[in-house]
T-cell receptor, first 115, second 115 residues
Framework: NAGVTQTPKFQVLKTGQSMTLQCAQD?????MYWYRQDPGMGLRLIYY???????DKGEVPNGYNVSRLNKREFSLRLESAAPSQTSVYFC??????????????FGPGTRLTVL | AQSVAQPEDQVNVAEGNPLTVKCTYS??????LFWYVQYPNRGLQFLLK??????LVKGSYGFEAEFNKSQTSFHLKKPSALVSDSALYFC?????????????FGSGTKLNVKP
C-alpha cells in the first residue's frame, strides 16, 4: 500500500514549456486534490475532484488544468509555465463522500522551478 | 469567509517543556478543524481533528488540541516536547458554505525544539 504517489519529484522548466504532474492513490479514495505550497502562504487549493469524472476549481486555478483519469489518478497540467508557478505541488486524497469528515492523505510533493 | 490563522511563524521550545502552537478560525456554522505536520521534504501528515463532542482532542505522537468555541481557537499542544517534534505544523478548516470538499490551510508554524 503505497498511499499517494507523485511524479516527478523535481522538475525544472523554461518559461512557456508545458508539463503534466502525475498523482495516483491506491486507497480507493473518492476525492483528490492539488495544492501548491509557497513560503509563508501555506497550502492553496488549485483544483479538486470529488469523484471520478468531476473536477472543480479551487482558490488558484489560473494557468492549470486537471484530469481525473480514473478513480486512482488525478493529473495537473501546466500548459505554458510561468515563473510565478515555481512552487512545491502536493496531491492529496480523501476517503468517503462529500459529506464525510475524513482527513486528507498527502503525497510527497513535486518541486517545480520555472526559469 | 472560511479561514484559519496561525499567528506565529515560529515557536521555539526546549526539549521536555510543554509546547503550544496557536490556531484561530473563522467559519460559518460549526467548524471542522484539523492539524497536520510536515517534516522536511515530505508531504503533510494528519495529526488530529475536531468534528464535534469533547473539546480536548487527542491525536498522534502524543499531541492534543483544545477547541474553544468562544475564542474561535484550536491550539495544538503537547505536555513534553521532543527534538523530533521539530517540523512545520498546519491548521486547516473545512469549507461548509457551499461545498463540503474544500479545506483551507493556515500559513504554517515552524516548531523548533532545542535539546
Amino acid at each position: 500500500n503505497a498511499g499517494v504517489t507523485q511524479t516527478p519529484k523535481f522538475q525544472v522548466l523554461k518559461t512557456g514549456q508545458s508539463m503534466t504532474l502525475q498523482c495516483a492513490q491506491d486507497m480507493n479514495h473518492n476525492s483528490m486534490y492539488w495544492y501548491r505550497q509557497d513560503p509563508g502562504m501555506g497550502l492553496r487549493l488549485i483544483y479538486y475532484s470529488a469523484s471520478e469524472g468531476t473536477t472543480d476549481k479551487g482558490e488558484v486555478p489560473n494557468g492549470y488544468n486537471v484530469s481525473r483519469l480514473n478513480k486512482r489518478e488525478f493529473s495537473l497540467r501546466l500548459e505554458s509555465a510561468a515563473p510565478s508557478q515555481t512552487s512545491v505541488y502536493f496531491c492529496a486524497s480523501r476517503k468517503g463522500t462529500t459529506s464525510s469528515y475524513n482527513e486528507q492523505f498527502f503525497g510527497p510533493g513535486t518541486r517545480l522551478t520555472v526559469l | 469567509a472560511q479561514s484559519v490563522a496561525q499567528p506565529e511563524d515560529q515557536v521555539n521550545v526546549a526539549e521536555g517543556n510543554p509546547l503550544t502552537v496557536k490556531c484561530t478560525y473563522s467559519v460559518s456554522g460549526n467548524p471542522y478543524l484539523f492539524w497536520y505536520v510536515q517534516y522536511p521534504n515530505r508531504g503533510l501528515q494528519f495529526l488530529l481533528k475536531y468534528i464535534t463532542g469533547d473539546n480536548l482532542v487527542k491525536g498522534s505522537y502524543g499531541f492534543e488540541a483544545e477547541f474553544n468555541k468562544s475564542q474561535t481557537s484550536f491550539h495544538l499542544k503537547k505536555p513534553s516536547a521532543l527534538v523530533s517534534d521539530s517540523a512545520l505544523y498546519f491548521c486547516a478548516v473545512r469549507d461548509l458554505r457551499y461545498n463540503f470538499n474544500k479545506f483551507y490551510f493556515g500559513s504554517g508554524t515552524k516548531l523548533n525544539v532545542k535539546p
